[in-house]
């Protein structure tokens, strides 16, 4: 008696753990999904005065989600998140009074992020693909700058290539250009090439598999970044240890022929500096030529 007792007490207790186990997984995929419901984020802007309108596109059966503020009469900033992230990376700068008055706003969720079909990841050249379509939508006739912070940098420069007309400058935060800086860990493909990829929690999943592709896709992108001809303003911080600051000399060195180069380099500042270093970044946003053609 006594040993089944405690064998039924082990049992109930390994499925106790189980259960636990498996709620803790689960709420660990919701929560790092990084993205902000709808709804609750129109909230937020309304409180603030400012009117958030949050979209979605359809391009090769993919589902394209975005936001945007600010008058359709303005020029436009571009914003483009790293890895993992969503367009709240930049809520921020869409709610800065300054901001709107100069520009309107857009921000999208990266392919494989956010509410662009969630999960399925894609490389530098097939996300440029499917947000092409929302840099035709969006034109207005004013100037359009991309920014672009971490794996969202060379997401801008692939996207002036594919659309040497779009944008009329691009601004780089903390960005990842350099192939050879880039290194890949090995352990990434035995993640999302396996059933072992579902252990990994909400927006690392894609960010896993994204970041295995970075390499090979700034290696083919290296010699086509001679194309690009508008302005690019730098901004890195000296203490960058995802993004080691060298980026900014391999910038300067391969957009030889763009228009103007403007670095600033942040003494201190680590990988994170559009959250920690707002009011510099800010600034240089404010000072983006709008009557650029």
């Given at each position: 008696m006594i040993k089944t007792w405690r064998h039924n007490r082990r049992k109930k207790g390994l499925v106790v753990c189980v259960l636990v186990l498996g709620a803790l997984f689960s709420l660990a995929q919701c929560t790092m999904k990084l993205r902000t419901d709808d709804k609750i984020a129109r909230a937020g802007f309304e409180k603030l005065g400012v009117p958030l309108s949050l979209s979605t596109y359809q391009v090769g059966g993919y589902t394209m989600h975005y936001a945007q503020v600010g008058s359709d009469s303005l020029p436009t900033l571009f914003f483009v998140h790293g890895s993992p992230g969503s367009w709240d990376a930049f809520e921020r700068y869409m709610q800065d009074t300054a901001l709107l008055q100069k520009f309107r706003m857009v921000s999208i969720d990266r392919p494989g992020f956010g509410f662009s079909s969630f999960g399925e990841a894609r490389n530098l050249e097939d996300?440029?693909?499917?947000?092409?379509?929302?840099?035709?939508?969006?034109?207005?006739?004013?100037?359009?700058?991309a920014v672009g912070h971490s794996l969202g940098g060379p997401m801008v420069l692939r996207l002036c290539i594919d659309y040497p007309r779009a944008f009329a400058g691009l601004v780089l935060l903390a960005a990842s250009v350099s192939p050879e800086l880039e290194k890949p860990e090995k352990w990434r493909p035995v993640f999302f090439k396996t059933p072992l990829n579902y252990l990994i929690p909400g927006a690392m999943r894609p960010a896993n598999e994204e970041l295995w592709y970075l390499k090979a896709d700034l290696r083919k992108m290296e010699p086509e970044l001679r194309q690009i001809?508008?302005?690019?303003?730098i901004v890195h911080g000296d203490k960058d240890p995802l993004v080691p600051?060298?980026?900014?000399?391999?910038?300067?060195?391969?957009?030889?022929n763009a228009k103007s180069m403007h670095t600033t380099i942040i003494p201190g500042a680590n990988h994170f500096i559009p959250w920690q270093h707002f009011q510099e970044i800010r600034a240089v946003l404010l000072s983006l030529p709008v009557d650029a053609k």
């Open positions: 996300q440029s693909k499917l947000i092409g379509p929302l840099l035709r939508m969006i034109e207005n006739g004013k100037p359009v700058f001809s508008v302005p690019i303003w600051v060298e980026n900014v000399n391999f910038i300067q060195q391969q957009c030889s």
